[in-house]
């Protein structure tokens, strides 16, 4: 197949704005609980196999027509996140492996597509660059209602965004497993800034009196 593939316009403008108010009006969207390439942005993340993909989508409903559309036949196990970028915002080079911290033999997803959801026409920078083997291969500037698929195995970065403005996107990479690889993601797991901090206050000792 090819290094990435392009759809464009993916969904109805009316299924993206709701797509878009849901995402931010989400309680774990917050500063980002990905790794430190991801400087300066906003989202949350489900981990789940494709065993609980219905379960997901009830839970979720305004990511059903995006998951209905993009979840690939051959794959098991997905890491699905929005990805909010505003001025400043980056993501320096990397290949996905963002199920590692349950398996850490993983191998890089199947595929990865991403939905460009809300793009200011006028944007600046946010590009996503595309590299196999330290070759550029693909140059993407967003638009809105974009649909891209890329390889897994490729690095990607995000140029930095240099105007005023938000680039949101919904991310999901997309792995084909082994039975054992599989068996030690879990079924539906949500990651999130705003459980971890939920989880330390629930931690911390009682004061006595």
Known sequence: MPYYQQYHP?????YLGKLKAKILACPYFTVNNLNRD????????IVFRRS???EVQQQFPYFKSYL??????????FYLNPLW???GSRVDPHIDRSLRSYCEAITPPLVVSVLYVDVPADLQGGELVLQANKRQVGKIRPQANTLVFFQGD?????NPVTSVGVRLS?????????????SEIPELQLESRVIRAEK??????????
């Open 85 to 87: 970028l505003q001025q």
């Open 38 to 45: 991801f400087v300066g942005t906003k989202g949350f993340s």
């Open 52 to 54: 609980h993909l219905t």
């Open 68 to 77: 209905d559309r993009v979840a690939q036949p051959d794959c098991n196990a």
């Open 170 to 182: 919904l991310v999901c990479e997309q792995y084909s497993l082994t039975e054992a690889e599989l």
């Open 10 to 14: 993916a969904f109805s403008s009316s």
């Open 154 to 158: 490729l690095t990607h970065s995000v």
């Open 200 to 209: 330390g206050k629930n931690k911390r000792p009682k004061r006595g009196y």
